[in-house]
């Protein structure tokens, strides 16, 4: 997750909107990664108020 945080403070610019498909999926498969991932992205957005993302998993 470090390497996502990385990436997405600071590689990449978070668009807007954010729709992560197949979440079901995956957090069947990996329901730790989908927990520690939802709360990464919480973070960015508690960090990044000005540029806060909204995701919505699908």
Known sequence: MSAFWDAITGLV?????FTFIG????KELLPDVTV????????YNE???NHACNVLYS
Request: charged residues 25%.
């Open 23 to 26: 979440w079901d999926s995956l």
């Open 36 to 43: 520690t991932l939802a709360k990464t992205l919480e973070q």
């Open 47 to 49: 960090h990044r108020q």
């Open 13 to 17: 610019e978070m668009p807007i909107n």
